[in-house]
C-alpha cells in the first residue's frame, strides 16, 4: 500500500504565509513526480502546482510568484511555500504522487493524500 499524508494547513490572514508537507510511504520504487491541487467548495478540484523527479515545476498561473514547490524525492516528500495568501487561496489542498511500486516494473500510478484545509481570512 501507498499513502500520502499532507501537513500544515490551517488559519491564516490575508497576506500570511504557510508550508504545506507531503509525506509518502509504502512499497515505493520511485517517484516520478508530486504535485499539490485545490479544492474550494462549489468547484473543481485544480492543479496548483507540480514537481517531477527531474526538478522540473508547473504552476497554475493564479499561484505564479507566490507558491513555491519543493521535492525530497529520496525522503519521499514535497513541501509548498505558500506566501502573501489571499482569501481566494482558501481550499483542502490535497497532495498527489505519480509513482512506481515495488515489484510493479514500469506501472505508474496516481495517488492521492486525504487533504489538508487552508483557511485564508481576517
Known amino acids: 500500500q501507498v499513502q500520502l499524508v499532507e501537513s500544515g494547513g490551517g488559519l491564516v490572514q490575508p497576506g500570511g504565509s504557510l508550508r504545506l508537507s507531503c509525506a509518502a510511504s509504502?512499497?515505493?520504487?520511485?517517484?516520478?513526480?508530486m504535485g499539490w491541487y485545490r479544492q474550494a467548495p462549489g468547484k473543481q478540484r485544480e492543479l496548483v502546482a507540480a514537481i517531477t523527479s527531474a526538478g522540473s515545476t508547473n504552476y497554475a498561473d493564479s499561484v505564479k510568484a507566490r507558491f513555491t514547490i519543493s521535492k525530497d524525492f529520496a525522503n519521499k516528500k514535497v513541501y509548498l511555500q505558500m506566501n502573501s495568501l489571499k482569501p481566494e487561496d482558501t481550499a483542502v489542498y490535497y497532495c498527489?504522487?505519480?509513482?512506481?511500486?515495488?515489484?510493479?516494473?514500469?506501472?505508474?500510478?496516481?495517488?492521492w493524500g486525504q487533504g489538508t484545509q487552508v483557511t485564508v481570512s481576517s
Open positions: 498527489n504522487a505519480e509513482l512506481i511500486r515495488l515489484g510493479e516494473g514500469r506501472t505508474t500510478r496516481g495517488y
Open positions: 509504502g512499497s515505493i520504487f520511485r517517484i516520478n513526480g
